[in-house]
């Protein structure tokens, strides 16, 4: 926790490694959100409601700002991670939240190294499992890097700007209907809030709510004298996010604006295909491979980062205990070939709590425990904000909760 007697000292200036460390504090949350379940979704999505889908696109990431605003100034300001701050907050309710995040991380990350796997093979053409296995040894390598925290930050700002520049690519090349686009991004013809609670979910809830706001604290970049540049890192996070949907979304765009319509077995690779020929199917292959080994790397990070607080051995062997957590993941993976589908579900559902559950419980100090944000007075607009998002947080909790039946059927 930041120490009363610096809390009315300017900030200090940044230094480059932790500059640096703040970059990637930016990209990890950034490229945890982008995964195999975010191409997906959004290449479905935009097949479906065609240039509507901005105005879905320009909502959910209005209220991932606010969402995320909220997570990183408490984080940031307390300079406690979410599970030392619930426990300070209710006992036990840390507990509670890593438990959840730790679970739903190790069951996801079972589909992000199956992500890995259809991004090795439509780029090489490796077999499923042997691509799946080659990238958990890549992702467990930057953590048996003597320096794991630095390789990482590097890794994830270099794969995420990748990403986008070849995104940005596929979208000139199927030369979408901008001006439509633009137009129905504030005056849609139709409206899916379904759709929008999806993206919601899908780019906030779970381990990435917390990504970019653990790897901050541990940054350095706590207290109130730096909530500018804590606000300006979630922003700018969220909006590296946005960025690749709204590329990836022209990118599907000019292909189904054409009339052509999407293999079902596998959409995201159907459009690019079709925008880019056998060159937009490679570049499909790496840019999902790139987003899938990246939620890896901060599916891993974040899970265990929920531990550190609670055993100084996890504190001493952490980057042992991340490796640990990608080969249980791979080695699952391994043994079932595909993300087993029940297990997803029954996560997506826990991940629905994560948020409402874990964004509660920092609103409640934001607004009621100021002792633990050192005396800190919080911003009125920005509690309000919150308390609205988590509603909808609630809404989304509740949806994924429902889809349990899935599990009977």
Do not use: C
């Amino acid at each position: 926790m930041t120490d009363p007697a610096t809390l009315d000292k300017s900030p200090a200036p940044a230094t480059p490694s932790r500059r640096g460390a703040l970059i990637g504090a930016m990209f990890l949350m950034a490229t945890s959100a982008i995964g195999p379940g975010f191409i997906t979704q959004t290449t479905v999505f935009t097949a479906k409601l065609g240039a509507a889908f901005a105005f879905a696109i320009v909502v959910s990431v209005l209220v991932d700002i606010a969402i995320q605003l909220n997570v990183w100034r408490v984080v940031g300001v307390s300079g406690m991670r979410a599970q030392e701050l619930g426990n300070r907050v209710v006992p036990g309710a840390g507990y509670a939240l890593a438990a959840l995040d730790v679970f739903g991380g190790l069951v996801f990350n079972i589909g992000n190294i199956a992500g890995t796997a259809l991004g090795l093979n439509a780029l090489l053409g490796l077999d499923v499992k042997i691509g799946g296995a080659v990238s958990a040894l890549v992702a467990i390598a930057i953590f048996l890097i003597r320096r794991a925290g630095v390789a990482m930050d590097r890794i994830v700002v270099v794969l995420g700007a990748l990403m986008i520049l070849l995104t940005l690519y596929v979208a000139f090349v199927s030369d979408p209907p901008l001006g439509d686009a633009l137009k129905q991004s504030v005056a849609p013809g139709t409206v899916d809030f379904l759709i929008i609670t999806t993206l919601i979910g899908g780019t906030v809830g779970g381990y990435i709510t917390y990504a970019g706001a653990h790897r901050m604290i541990e940054s350095g970049l706590t207290g109130r004298e730096n909530v500018r540049e804590i606000n300006r890192s979630a922003v700018i996070g969220i909006l590296v996010t946005g960025v690749m949907r709204v590329l990836l979304f022209l990118a599907v765009l000019g292909v189904v604006a054409g009339g052509v319509t999407l293999a079902k077995e596998n959409a995201p690779a159907s459009a690019f295909e079709h925008a880019a020929g056998e060159a937009g199917m490679r570049l499909f292959g790496l840019i999902m491979w790139s987003a899938a080994i990246t939620s890896v790397i901060g599916a891993s990070y974040t899970s265990v980062s929920f531990l550190v607080s609670f055993s100084s051995f996890v504190e001493k062997y952490r980057n042992r205990i991340v490796v640990g957590f990608i080969v249980v993941s791979a080695a699952i993976y391994l043994m079932i070939g595909t993300a087993p589908a029940k297990l997803l579900i029954f996560a997506g559902a826990l991940n629905g709590l994560i948020l409402p559950f874990g964004l509660g419980v920092l609103l409640y100090a934001a607004g009621r425990r100021r002792d633990l944000l050192g005396g800190y007075r919080y911003p009125v607009w920005l509690l309000v904000l919150g308390v609205a998002a988590w509603l909808l947080s609630l809404y989304l909790g509740w949806n994924a909760l429902s889809e349990l039946d899935d599990l009977w059927k």
